[in-house]
């Protein structure tokens, strides 16, 4: 079976640094886009960074600068290394595989909670 298994969530300070990882099994990693979403309380899921098989790399504006997207095909692994983390960076983390070829398929990983907080 698909399996996105995320780690490396918790609660950290503002100024602070976590490293999320995602391991893939069930699919064909290297012809996947990854990407990491974040859904804070009361608002939509959006994206913040992915990553393509060829390995360029997309940022959401807001982490521009502090968080790096990374992948180690041998492992079948996607990293999100998140640094000088702030309040509003708080929010369940979702990594996810996005198949850009025919047949098309996404699929999500549990998510990993994230807390920026004092």
């Known amino acids: 079976q698909v399996q996105l298994v995320e780690s490396g969530g918790g609660l950290v300070q503002p100024g602070g640094s976590l490293r999320l990882s995602c391991a893939a099994s069930?699919?064909?990693?290297?012809?996947?886009?990854m990407g990491w979403y974040r859904q804070a309380p009361g608002k939509q899921r959006e994206l913040v960074a992915s990553?393509?098989?060829?390995?360029?790399?997309n940022y959401a504006d807001s982490v521009k600068g502090r968080f790096t997207v990374s992948r180690d095909n041998a492992k079948n692994t996607v990293y999100l290394q998140m640094n000088s983390l702030k309040p509003e960076d708080t929010g369940v983390y979702y990594c996810?595989?996005?198949?850009?070829?025919?047949?098309?398929?996404?699929?999500w990983g549990q998510g990993t909670p994230v807390t920026v907080s004092s």
């Open positions: 990553i393509t098989s060829g390995g360029s790399t």
């Open positions: 996810n595989a996005d198949r850009m070829i025919w047949p098309s398929a996404n699929y």
């Open positions: 069930g699919i064909i990693y290297n012809i996947y886009t």
